[in-house]
């Protein structure tokens, strides 16, 4: 059964920092590109980043381009969003999918990927 889960959320201060992970169970995660989408409240879903299946190439929309950082383990079958100086603008729920793209001035559209996670809550706060 193919499947995304997010995990690594919480609430933390301004500045600080928080690991995400997607892992992916019931299809070689080798062969796919993986995007990390957030919708904020009362705001439409967005890309915010992709990796593409080898790893070589990553994406960043300029809101989190400079903090956040995507890897990839395939042989962990996990891909990862490390953020860093978050802002609470950054508050929302953050969301992985699969896809076949993830190239250079990509904007990680939501059609271009499928199979999305449960999603994980990110509340940057004081």
């Known amino acids: 059964q193919l499947q995304l889960v997010e995990s690594g959320g919480g609430l933390v201060q301004p500045g600080g920092s928080l690991r995400l992970s997607c892992a992916a169970s019931?299809?070689?995660?080798?062969?796919?590109?993986i995007g990390w989408f957030r919708q904020a409240p009362e705001k439409e879903r967005e890309g915010i980043s992709c990796?593409?299946?080898?790893?070589?190439?990553?994406v960043y929309a300029d809101s989190v381009k400079g903090r956040f950082t995507i890897s990839r383990d395939n042989a962990k079958t996990t891909v990862y969003l490390q953020m860093n100086s978050l802002k609470p603008e950054d508050t929302a729920i953050y969301y992985c999918?699969?896809?076949?793209?993830?190239?250079?001035?990509?904007?990680?559209?939501?059609?271009?990927?499928?199979?999305w996670g449960q999603g994980t809550q990110v509340t940057v706060s004081s």
């Open positions: 990796i593409s299946s080898s790893g070589n190439t990553t």
């Open positions: 019931g299809f070689t995660l080798d062969y796919y590109s």
């Open positions: 999918a699969r896809g076949f793209f993830c190239y250079t001035d990509y904007d990680v559209p939501q059609s271009d990927f499928n199979s």
